[in-house]
């Protein structure tokens, strides 16, 4: 994956490819990451996970996968879907970088 790919369309990112490559510089330092030149276009950089990245990832998963099930048995399954929607719906308005 490239960074202009990281922030496209991302708002976490504000859509700029600064902001996205300070977000991985971050990241690799911190080793979660790791960069290298794309072998096609020497201006591209490509970014992976490393093993400490995807151990990362997978245990992240797990917790959110947990406080899924946590909630929806709280709320019940209906109830927590709707919930997701509406979060959902709330997301998408969130005003780009550009408006």
């Not at 151990?55 to 959110?64: P, R, T, Y």
Request: proline residues 3%; positive net charge.
């Amino acid at each position: 994956m490239s960074i202009d790919s990281l922030c496209a369309g991302r708002a976490w990112t504000r859509g700029t490819a600064e902001a996205a490559s300070k977000l991985v510089s971050e990241l690799v330092a911190l080793g979660y990451l790791s960069t290298s030149q794309a072998p096609s276009d020497g201006r591209a950089i490509l970014v992976q996970f490393t093993p400490q990245g995807r151990a990362l990832m997978q245990h992240s998963f797990k917790l959110f996968a947990d406080i899924e099930r946590d909630y929806s048995g709280r709320l019940g399954a209906q109830t927590y879907a709707v919930l997701k929607r509406a979060l959902q719906e709330l997301a998408d308005m969130r005003p780009s970088s550009n408006d």
